[in-house]
């Protein structure tokens, strides 16, 4: 058992989610907290806002940066080629992960 320390409930050890840094390998709040906690910061005021001004052309142009790094028709078919896309995939997809956790901010409506 281990006690959230948003709630103050005890809940049982596999209502925490792993996390390599935390106390026996845990967070310290529980999912329940955590998931409010997630959305809380989506519905925040200003969340949403950001995502249609700078924020938003920001990551345009970051999404566009990255784009043309590997936007070298010549370079096609080239590992190098390929390994930078996976890159910019992996990029992408780790920025999604983070916003769906709440760990940063959306920067664009992907
Ligand atoms: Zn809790």
């Not at 935390?22 to 989506?42: D, H, I, L, P, T």
């Not at 924020?55 to 043309?68: F, Q």
Request: some cysteine; proline content about 2%; overall charge positive.
């Amino acid at each position: 058992m281990r006690q959230c320390t948003t709630c103050k409930e005890w809940k049982d050890i596999d209502e925490f989610y792993r996390y390599r840094q935390g106390v026996e390998k845990r967070r310290s709040q529980c999912r329940a907290c955590r998931a409010a906690y997630a959305k809380k910061y989506r519905d925040r005021p200003g969340v949403r806002e950001k995502e249609n001004t700078a924020s938003r052309s920001r990551y345009i142009a970051s999404c566009r940066n990255l784009g043309d790094r590997v936007d070298h028709s010549a370079l096609e078919g080239t590992r190098w080629y390929e390994e930078q896309q996976d890159r910019v995939s992996e990029l992408a997809a780790r920025h999604q992960w983070n916003v769906m956790n709440g760990t940063e901010e959306p920067l664009c409506g992907n």
